[in-house]
């Protein structure tokens, strides 16, 4: 069966340190994206892309950068942690528009920088 | 921008009871598509529902089904005869027809009683 896979599934890390989030997807799914939980705030979204090559900032994406290189996977780079950056991390992805936007999520990256 | 609010931060019901959860969106947008997302404990999104805004008809899946007023600006989520299973944050979703972007709300977490 098709999925979205997230590693690791938990992170601890030290203040200043550069952190990659892995996200794959078996869906053959176009756009992808990443999203970052935290209390009282819902999901807000980080980075996303719509194809190889692609990519484009969301509403919360200083600290962050993201690459596509092929269509499965959208790696998450934090280019030097902070500790504003302890969140769960979700990556989703979708098919390209004709009315096939619905997203499908990943399980999550819990985060924790100290 | 589109803005999504949840005003019930938590709700509790006893098991087999109905129960409404309500949402509120902003936009100046005609065409978009609304989704409710459930995400139990194991913090799994999971997809509840979707309407598209063009429909006059409501979505219903089983026991969910949804009240969409859209000049009032309104996606309600209906759980009939409410089960332990169904405890669980639940997110309201705005996407623009064509940006293939969520926008979310800032939850209502559901607890079923027995």
């Known amino acids: 069966d098709a999925e979205i896979t997230q590693s690791p599934r938990h992170k601890i890390t030290e203040t200043g340190r550069q952190v990659t989030l892995a996200c794959h997807q078996t869906?053959?799914?176009?756009?992808m994206f990443w999203y970052r939980q935290d209390l009282g705030h819902g999901l807000r979204l980080i980075h996303y892309?719509?194809?190889?090559?692609?990519?484009n900032k969301g509403e919360v994406s200083d600290g962050y950068s993201v690459s596509r290189s092929n269509t499965e996977d959208l790696p998450l780079t934090l280019e030097s942690a902070a500790s504003s950056q302890t969140s769960v991390y979700f990556c989703?992805?979708?098919?390209?528009?004709?009315?096939?936007?619905?997203?499908?999520f990943g399980p999550g990256t819990r985060l924790l920088v100290l | 921008a589109q803005t999504v609010t949840q005003s019930q931060p938590e709700m509790s019901v006893q098991e087999a009871e109905t129960v409404t959860l309500s949402c509120t969106y902003d936009?100046?947008?005609?065409?978009?598509?609304l989704f409710w997302y459930k995400q139990p404990p194991s913090r799994q999104m999971i997809l509840v529902i979707r309407?598209?805004?063009?429909?006059?008809q409501n979505a219903t899946e089983n026991r969910f089904s949804v009240n969409f007023q859209k000049a009032a600006k309104s996606f309600s989520l209906k759980i009939s005869d409410s089960q332990l299973g169904d405890t669980a944050m639940y997110f309201c979703?705005?996407?623009?027809?064509?940006?293939?972007?969520?926008?979310f709300g800032q939850g209502t977490r559901l607890t079923i009683n027995p």
């Open positions: 869906w053959n799914h176009n756009n």
């Open positions: 936009t100046s947008e005609s065409n978009y598509y």
């Open positions: 989703a992805s979708s098919e390209a528009g004709g009315g096939k936007e619905t997203q499908y």
């Open positions: 892309s719509y194809g190889v090559q692609d990519t």
């Open positions: 309407q598209e805004a063009y429909k006059q």
């Open positions: 979703a705005f996407m623009k027809q064509g940006a293939q972007k969520l926008v």
